[in-house]
Each structure stands twice: as C-alpha cells, then as structure tokens.
C-alpha cells in the first residue's frame, strides 16, 4: 500500500482534532477567579469608597505592613485606646481566592494586627483593609510580597 495525498489529508485531520480536543480539555481544567461573587452591589457602592480613599489619603500617618517571622499590620494612632479603630483586613490572593485571609481588626497597645506568616505562600498578595476611627470611615489597598 503506497502513502498518497488522501492517507496524509486524513492524518492531518485526525492530528487537528486531537489538538483541538487537547485544549478544550486543558481550558476546562483552568481556574478562573472573580476578585468578588458579588461584583455588581459592590460597584454600586463604589462612589463610598472613594470618600473613605480620601480619607486615608489625608491622613499624615499611614499604615505599615511588616513581614518579619509574621505579617505585621501597624495602624497610625488616630484614637487614644486601640478598641477605638474597628473594621476589616482582607488578605487577597489574586491568583487564587482559596489562599485569601480574612480578619476582623484587633489591636494591641501597639496598635498592631497580627496574621501568622505561614498561612501565606509565596506570591503576590494585596491587603484590602476597611476600618473606622472616630466616626471616620477609611479604605487602604496595598500591595504585599510574600518570599
């Protein structure tokens, strides 16, 4: 039997489907996160954040983020007792909403949070915190490098 130009039309055929099938199955397999389940709400709320943006923006102290053998999380000290700055730090994982950390704000007389460093992998994270001192709402974002 000789190779003719049928024989190797149903190869190419044959290898292009095999490819094509080869990566939707691939693609199934990827994850893809939302940075939030709730995208459309939290849009609408958008112009809020903002203000609270200006209001940390105006501050002269800005919050420090510490990585030693744990992640350190310094508010300035706009309030005499730490029981009087409340909110939330959210820990967000860009690539991979499984790894977020979320915490509710408790200070030591420091005024510093603590988060166990080894909850965290390696990567890029942003720390996502929404906090209130003195009927003052206040929203920060920052970047974070975890080795």
């Not at 007792?81 to 820990?91: A, L, R």
């Not at 906090?131 to 080795?147: E, G, S, T």
Request: charged share 25%; aromatic share 12%; hydrophobic share 35%.
């Amino acid at each position: 039997m000789k190779f003719n130009w049928g024989h190797g039309l149903f190869v190419v055929i044959i290898l292009g489907i095999t490819g094509f099938l080869t990566l939707v199955f691939i693609t199934t397999q990827e994850r893809i996160d939302m940075v939030t389940d709730e995208y459309y709400p939290k849009e609408l709320k958008y112009q809020k954040q903002i203000e609270k943006t200006k209001n940390y923006n105006a501050l002269t102290q800005k919050i420090e983020l510490k990585v030693n053998g744990d992640l350190a999380v310094v508010f300035p000290k706009l309030t005499d007792k730490p029981e009087g700055i409340t909110g939330n730090i959210h820990i967000y994982r860009p690539s991979d909403k499984r790894l977020d950390l979320q915490k509710e704000i408790q200070l030591d007389t420091t005024f510093t949070t603590m988060f166990n460093k080894s909850a965290l992998q390696s990567g890029k994270y942003e720390v996502i915190i929404e906090w209130q001192a003195n009927n003052q709402p206040y929203f920060a974002k920052m970047p974070l490098y975890i080795d």
